[in-house]
């Protein structure tokens, strides 16, 4: 099995930054894309932003320019650095991987990090 963790998530004041870290963990598994979404209280998940195994990145109109994904060398873990945060923001945020088991493809949530845009 394939375990994803976010953190980074709090409050902080419009204008302000956060960057979020998703990390996954256990053994005999690859990952391949990797992305970031978010859900808002009463809305529905939206992706935010995606990043390939060869670092092309993706992101949604609503966050180009402020926010940015990245992942590590040894592509196990994800990064959405935030700038110029607003209320609008305010949301759970989530991690989601493309993971090979062998053969086997999944498609692998975190439990979410909470970020909170408000003054």
């Known amino acids: 099995q394939v375990q994803l963790a976010e953190s980074g998530g709090n409050l902080v004041q419009p204008g302000g930054s956060l960057r979020l870290s998703c990390a996954a963990s256990?053994?005999?598994?690859?990952?391949?894309?990797m992305a970031w979404y978010r859900q808002a209280p009463g809305k529905q998940r939206e992706l935010v932003a995606t990043i390939t195994r060869r670092g092309t990145t993706n992101y949604a109109d609503f966050v180009k320019g402020r926010f940015a994904i990245s992942r590590d060398n040894a592509k196990t873990t994800a990064y959405l650095q935030m700038n110029s945060l607003e209320p609008e923001d305010t949301a759970v945020y989530y991690c989601?991987?493309?993971?090979?088991?062998?053969?086997?493809?999944?498609?692998?949530w975190g439990q979410g990090t909470q970020v909170t845009v408000s003054s």
């Open positions: 256990g053994s005999g598994f690859s990952i391949y894309d």
């Open positions: 989601n991987a493309e993971i090979y088991v062998g053969l086997r493809r999944y498609d692998a």
